[in-house]
């Protein structure tokens, strides 16, 4: 059955960095929007950022500039390179194959045997 996995997370200093890798196993990325999402302690899960098969990317407001949004339909897999990583960001974050735009708290991109990545971000 397709599943799409996070990882690289990882407990790291407000300021770090990591990269998150989103891999599909059954899955093909190739025509389709890819985003990641998020869900903090205690918060409703978001959007974070969206990338098309064109390759416009689109980024929520409080990431822009430090997020970066990539992928390789090649090798089928997504990534997001995060800089400058605030206490803020802490969160499970997870991968799926839609955009950010109209999302609803209560859907689950990543599909029922999908996997998330916690990070956490310390001061």
């Known amino acids: 059955q397709a599943q799409l996995v996070a990882s690289g997370g990882g407990s790291v200093q407000s300021g770090g960095s990591l990269r998150l890798i989103c891999a599909g196993h059954?899955?093909?990325?190739?025509?389709?929007?890819m985003g990641w999402f998020r869900q903090g302690p205690g918060k409703e899960r978001e959007g974070v950022a969206h990338?098309?098969?064109?390759?416009?990317?689109q980024y929520v407001d409080d990431v822009k500039g430090r997020f970066t949004i990539s992928r390789d339909n090649a090798v089928n897999k997504l990534y997001l390179q995060m800089n400058n990583l605030k206490t803020d960001d802490t969160a499970m974050y997870y991968c799926?194959?839609?955009?950010?735009?109209?999302?609803?708290?209560?859907?689950?991109?990543?599909?029922?045997r999908g996997q998330g990545t916690q990070v956490t971000v310390f001061s």
């Open positions: 990338i098309r098969s064109d390759g416009t990317t």
């Open positions: 059954g899955y093909t990325f190739a025509g389709g929007c």
């Open positions: 799926g194959a839609r955009c950010i735009n109209n999302f609803d708290p209560l859907d689950r991109p990543e599909g029922p």
